[in-house]
């Protein structure tokens, strides 16, 4: 059982969501299956599609979970019933909300690793997210050598060795909430940006060789979701509030 830190606040209803802020919902994915029933009604054909596709039902159930709490959370802010929001996809995979007005957009990424989920939610801006379940076999220069730049290599090599875990998880999960804020997938190489590695900070330097002022319009943020989990959110812009949720199935957020 993974210990949830101290951080995620349960909330009180209903949430306004203000321009300047940033939401970020924390869940386990491993539900009660009568919960998982009303999640997946909430499921386009193309998502129960999907959750069909997967082999174990262990995998089939996590995504089945993060679909519909992203349903829910979404249904609340936008104050629309779950299974009615429709999404598109851009030509890199990432979703967005169908028929949104320009003044009232919401912005929206999801992650889930293990079984906890990130449902970043923000108004205007691009956001990513990303959390990762810390594996440290994983965490090796050898990968790192691989998909990192060269200045994060060598901040890795000068790490205490008892560093070199934690420091290479951030350095990834920071590395994934930038380009899925960029909404571009892998198409931008991962060793042509750094960025910091010191879990002590909670503002992330974030620095490039290809395109400076590009980096500069975004900001990134260290999370803290639960023990043996690196997280990391990406936003357009630098003046906001990052605000952490707990999500709790018993809350009717539609």
Known sequence: MNTLSSKWQSPKLPIKLNDDEVHVWLSPLSIPASTLAILLNTLALDEKKKAGQFVFRKDRDRFVAARGILRAILGHYLRTEPGKLRFCYNSFGKPVL?????????????????????????????????????????????????????????????????????????????????????GKGLSIPLDQFEVSLDSSESDVTLTTARDQHDVNRRSLRQLFPAKDYAAAVAVEGHRWRVKCWRYVDSFALY
């Open 98 to 182: 169908v028929g949104q007005t320009e003044t009232e957009k919401i912005n929206f990424n999801v992650s889930h690793s293990g079984d906890l989920g990130l449902f970043a939610v923000t108004r205007q801006r691009e956001i990513g997210v990303d959390i990762e379940y810390v594996v440290p076999e994983f965490a090796t220069l050898e990968i790192a050598e691989k998909f990192f730049s060269a200045g994060e290599v060598t901040a890795l090599r000068n790490l205490p060795p008892n560093d070199l875990i934690e420091g290479f998880f951030n350095c990834w999960v920071r590395k994934e909430a930038y380009i899925k804020a960029l």
